[in-house]
């Protein structure tokens, strides 16, 4: 048998979803089979019996390093190797209210220099020093007054 299987005695607590509370909710074991895994269980709060329905384990998601606009930077695309390409380049100050295009250089206040790898009508993708960014661009700014 799997490890993940059960194997809670009969008249034991096990807690799992009430299929007429649908809730997780203590149970008692009612019933195992013949090689002691647990068949059926009773709510003990609405007092129903029914079928024992292990947790399934949740598939734990990793987070990858992919690009927001879902296609991968290109391992040439370092800082290093922009930084290189567009060493003429003049960097443009940040800021949230201008607009940006593919290839332009920023200085942002908090990041340091940047190199605009992907860019949208209000977002854009920049590669910093420790990794690449997703910023605003193109938004229009109120004041309170």
Same mark, same amino acid.
């Given at each position: 048998?799997?490890?993940?299987?059960?194997?809670?005695?009969?008249? /034991?607590?096990?807690?799992?979803?009430?299929?007429?509370?649908?809730? /997780? &909710?203590?149970?008692?074991?009612?019933?195992?089979?013949?090689?002691?895994?647990?068949?059926?269980?009773?709510?003990?709060?609405?007092?129903?019996?029914?079928?024992?329905?292990?947790?399934?384990?949740?598939?734990?998601?990793?987070?990858?390093?992919?690009?927001?606009?879902?296609?991968?930077?290109?391992? /040439?695309?370092?800082?290093?190797? &922009?930084?290189?390409?567009?060493?003429?380049?003049?960097?443009?100050?940040?800021?949230?209210?201008?607009?940006?295009?593919?290839?332009?250089?920023?200085?942002?206040?908090?990041?340091?220099?940047?190199?605009?790898?992907?860019?949208?009508?209000?977002?854009?993708?920049?590669?910093?020093?420790?990794?690449?960014? &997703?910023?605003?661009?193109?938004?229009?700014?109120?004041?309170?007054?």
């Amino acid at each position: 048998m799997t490890k993940d299987k059960d194997r809670t005695p009969v008249a /034991e607590n096990v807690i799992t979803k009430c299929m007429k509370c649908n809730m /997780e &909710l203590n149970h008692v074991v009612v019933a195992n089979n013949a090689a002691g895994i647990v068949e059926r269980v009773k709510c003990l709060t609405c007092g129903s019996e029914h079928k024992y329905r292990p947790e399934k384990k949740k598939a734990t998601r990793k987070t990858s390093k992919k690009s927001i606009f879902t296609r991968e930077v290109d391992l /040439e695309k370092t800082f290093e190797t &922009l930084a290189q390409k567009f060493k003429e380049k003049k960097p443009l100050p940040y800021k949230i209210s201008e607009s940006f295009k593919n290839d332009d250089v920023i200085d942002h206040k908090t990041f340091g220099m940047g190199f605009v790898i992907s860019a949208s009508c209000d977002k854009m993708e920049v590669v910093f020093s420790d990794r690449p960014r &997703l910023l605003a661009c193109n938004r229009e700014i109120t004041t309170l007054g």
